[in-house]
């Protein structure tokens, strides 16, 4: 798996709660900021924003993803660059599961 969130990209990813079951994570980009490659647990996330990202993934492959404020999803471990492709900020709650 790729670098951790928090330490490969800290400007985008900050620890707000943690224990032996769950990290949180408050995820926030400014307007048409993009990250660096990096991993993911299985987590469910908290959509604070709306948005509109591009996820890059290893090989080349990409895709657009869109969520509205409010929605919650859950998403199996990933590794990703995330590129926030709207003119506002996105902010969301992430809940990655340990183990």
Do not use: C
Request: charged share 30%; proline share 5%.
């Amino acid at each position: 798996m790729s670098e951790d969130s928090v330490k490969a990209d800290p400007k985008h990813y900050k620890v707000e709660f943690e224990n032996e079951r769950v990290r949180v994570l408050r995820v926030h980009y400014g307007a048409g900021e993009k990250s660096v490659m990096h991993g993911h647990p299985d987590l469910v996330a908290v959509f604070l924003t709306d948005h509109d990202v591009k996820f890059s993934y290893r090989g080349h492959k990409a895709e657009e993803a869109h969520a509205k404020a409010g929605q919650v999803h859950w998403f199996p471990a990933v590794e990703h660059l995330p590129e926030n492709l709207d003119n506002k900020p996105l902010e969301l709650i992430l809940i990655e599961l340990k183990r």
